[in-house]
């Protein structure tokens, strides 16, 4: 079955993710190291590698997998450097963070997902990931500043602590919008931030302290 999935990887790699113009060497890999397949529930496995997103329970889903190997590819990261995610989910976002780099710190509202989540990513070796549950608004100060920062939640509105926590020079790629969002980029130099709309996209909104701002 394995060699199933592998293949099934193969695909989801040529056809979904380098056909719409992923390129980064480190993030193809990485798209093809991580068995999907373990991060979505046990009915859903076959389904894995298809094009879309999956309901991973809660009421939350692990997102299509061009729009992670993009997200990953606009975050630029290299060895060495430290990335926080805000909303684990299945723990599949942070694995392939950890795949490309040295220090991932990620951040899950529901404790259900992130015990889930924590169990799943040690239960396949990943030793760099630390996951803790809470919320993600005010990013994980202990651990700041980050060189990344992943959002897989759409707040309407960009959270001020999660800017503050990006090193200078840092990348952070969040959904922003409630029924209308894009994924935007931001850059954090010594002059400022700078932002960028990449696609419009749709996400689970983001809980907790984000919607009462």
């Known amino acids: 079955m394995e060699e199933t999935y592998a293949k099934l990887r193969e695909d989801m790699v040529r056809d979904q993710i380098e056909a719409r ?9 990485a798209m ?3 068995p999907r ?4 529930p046990e009915d859903l496995k076959r389904l894995a590698y298809r094009d879309s997103p999956l309901p991973i329970g809660e009421g939350q889903t692990i997102s299509q997998p061009y729009i992670v190997a993009l997200m990953t590819e606009l975050l630029e990261l290299k060895k060495g450097e ?3 995610e805000i909303g684990t989910g299945s723990g599949y976002q942070a694995a392939v963070l950890a795949e490309i780099t040295d220090q991932v710190y990620t951040i899950e509202i529901l404790e259900p997902l ?6 799943c990513l040690g239960g396949l070796g990943y030793k760099n990931i630390a996951v803790q549950c809470g919320d993600g608004y005010q990013g994980w100060p202990e651990a700041a500043p980050f060189d990344a920062v992943i959002v897989t939640a759409a ?6 602590p999660l800017i503050d926590q990006l090193k200078i020079g840092g990348r952070m790629v969040i959904p ?4 209308l969002q894009e994924l935007i ?19 689970v909104p983001m809980t907790g302290e984000a919607e009462g701002k």
């Open 155 to 160: 707040p309407d509105h960009i959270p001020q």
């Open 176 to 179: 922003v919008g409630d029924l």
């Open 185 to 203: 980029l931001i850059r954090k130099t010594e002059e400022g931030v700078t932002k960028k709309n990449v696609i419009p996209v749709r996400f």
């Open 32 to 34: 093809q190291n991580v």
């Open 37 to 40: 397949h373990e991060f979505v």
């Open 114 to 119: 992130a015990t889930s989540a924590e169990k």
């Open 21 to 29: 113009g992923v390129s980064s060497p480190a993030v193809l890999a």
């Open 82 to 84: 430290k990335v926080l």
